[in-house]
């Protein structure tokens, strides 16, 4: 009986497994170039930060603007940036022409916390991940040797992918954080706050309700382990001693503001081989918009309330 209860729960894991070895789901602008020119199910994603730079800056020929916040996100609730449903991300894979055969490259302009959003949200929901590929640099690497368009990429047509229901291993709700951290301090879970210093702290407030962060939380700034020059990944003993503070035998919960953040965190903590990897769904946002959940200011995960 025992044996057939935990059958499942091995093979969810299972599939939350990264399907490159590594980091092999970076590409540079080579790559990326090879592959428009001999592979045509190659689907290009461009997320830009501000998304009328896709038309006044331009973007890779043939690339499809993704719009991060429409596109990435169901900000019809309480908090902003919940997960879209299966159905409505599957009808907006299938507006850009996405089958379950093609080769998806997704790329930004902001050090791949865009483009991870995106990679997540892809393979939460069961999309086959080898055919996944972040350019690493993002638009930069691109434009360095290679011309970007302002004219729009002609619109494809509709594609047929199907989706399957979000994958319970990799995501958490504020209720089982505040149960496992905050409240039972679970020695099998470690809590990671991926945004900057400040917003930690809280001595910056920006795009919230309050500062601060969840009781119990390390601070590892994700946008930290990429290069702000060329807005490539660092090497991988860099990444390495960047988490170092991360254990990897633990689950990991991690969470930042709006979503972007803490995707990127996650898909960088898949590259150094942690196994059990769950964001919070809604960030930041779904735990200080509650107004009654308790938040620690500081530098530290507790403070002396939180402290014993």
């Known amino acids: 009986m025992l044996r057939r209860l935990l059958i499942p729960v091995l093979l969810s894991l299972l599939t939350f497994a990264p399907a490159h070895a590594a980091r092999d789901f970076l590409v540079d602008a080579d790559?990326?170039?090879?592959?428009?020119?001999?592979?045509?199910?190659?689907?290009?994603?461009?997320?830009?930060?501000?998304?009328h730079r896709y038309f006044t800056v331009g973007h890779i020929p043939g690339a499809i603007q993704v719009q991060r916040f429409k596109d990435l996100g169901d900000n019809d609730g309480r908090s902003i940036m919940l997960f879209p449903s299966q159905e409505d991300f599957q009808a907006t894979l299938?507006?850009?022409g996405v089958n379950d055969d093609s080769t998806l490259v997704i790329y930004d302009d902001s050090r791949s916390a865009l483009a991870a959003r995106l990679y997540?949200?892809?393979?939460?929901?069961?999309?086959?991940?080898?055919?996944?590929?972040?350019?690493?640099?993002?638009?930069?690497?691109?434009?360095?040797?290679?011309?970007?368009?302002?004219?729009?990429?002609?619109?494809p047509a509709p594609g047929g992918v199907t989706l399957k229901p979000a994958n319970p291993a990799l995501f958490v709700r504020w209720?089982?954080?505040?149960?496992?951290?905050?409240?039972?301090?679970?020695?099998?879970?470690?809590l990671v706050d991926a945004r900057p210093a400040e917003m930690y702290s809280g001595q910056i407030i920006r795009h919230a309700v309050q500062g601060g962060h969840i009781p119990g939380a390390l601070n590892v700034v994700s946008l930290d382990g990429t290069d702000p020059l060329t807005q490539k990944w660092r090497n991988e003993g860099e990444l390495a001693e960047f988490y170092q503070k991360v254990p990897k035998d633990k689950?990991?919960?991690?969470?930042?503001?709006?979503?972007?953040?803490?995707?990127?965190?996650?898909?960088?903590?898949?590259a150094l081989g942690y196994q059990d990897i769950r964001l919070l769904d809604g960030?930041?946002?779904?735990?200080?918009?509650?107004?009654?959940?308790?938040?620690?200011?500081?530098?530290?995960?507790?403070?002396?309330?939180?402290?014993?």
């Not at 209720?175 to 039972?184: A, C, G, L």
């Not at 689950?251 to 898949?270: A, E, I, P």
């Open 251 to 270: 689950t990991v919960y991690l969470y930042c503001h709006d979503g972007f953040r803490m995707s990127l965190g996650w898909l960088q903590l898949h």
């Open 120 to 155: 997540y949200l892809l393979g939460l929901y069961g999309f086959d991940m080898a055919r996944v590929r972040v350019l690493d640099g993002g638009a930069l690497e691109w434009s360095g040797f290679n011309d970007l368009t302002k004219e729009p990429s002609q619109a």
């Open 31 to 51: 790559w990326l170039a090879a592959e428009q020119a001999n592979n045509p199910k190659v689907i290009i994603l461009e997320v830009r930060y501000h998304p």
């Open 283 to 308: 960030g930041w946002g779904a735990w200080d918009r509650a107004f009654t959940l308790p938040v620690v200011k500081g530098e530290e995960p507790y403070d002396e309330e939180f402290a014993l």
């Open 175 to 190: 209720e089982q954080v505040y149960d496992d951290v905050v409240s039972r301090r679970d020695p099998g879970v470690v």
């Open 94 to 96: 299938r507006r850009w």
